[in-house]
Nanobody, 119 residues
């Protein structure tokens, strides 16, 4: 199973970006999908998650600005980021709990995509 993240880049404060992360491989099912981020010199933190049924969670720091969604048919999770702030600058990682016939339920991480917000 592989998670391929895309959509990062450089944007000015107040701007928007949309991240995508597609899961591929011998997938039987996908449970929770989510996004984490790691800013320079800081620990990785949870940004948002979405369950297979569509229930979402967002960290307080991004509520009202970021929206997580998923397309189950495409095994893809999205993160729409609006009103970006310089403190949102980080490498964003997608994560998914994926079920396969061989390995059962396991957690997988994408390679990370860099988001840089200039002031």
């Amino acid at each position: 199973v592989q998670l391929q993240a895309s959509g990062g880049g450089l944007v000015q404060a107040g701007g928007s970006l949309r991240l995508s992360c597609a899961a591929s491989g011998s997938i039987f099912s996908i449970n929770v999908m989510g996004w984490h981020r790691q800013a320079p010199g800081k620990q990785r933190e949870l940004v948002a998650t979405v369950s297979s049924g569509g229930s979402t969670y967002g960290a307080d720091s991004v509520k009202g600005r970021f929206t997580i969604s998923r397309d189950n048919a495409k095994n893809t999770v999205y993160l729409q980021m609006n009103s970006l702030k310089p403190e949102d600058t980080a490498i964003y990682y997608c994560r998914a709990t994926v079920g396969t016939v061989v390995d059962g339920m396991s957690e997988y991480w994408g390679q990370g995509t860099l988001v840089t917000v200039s002031s």
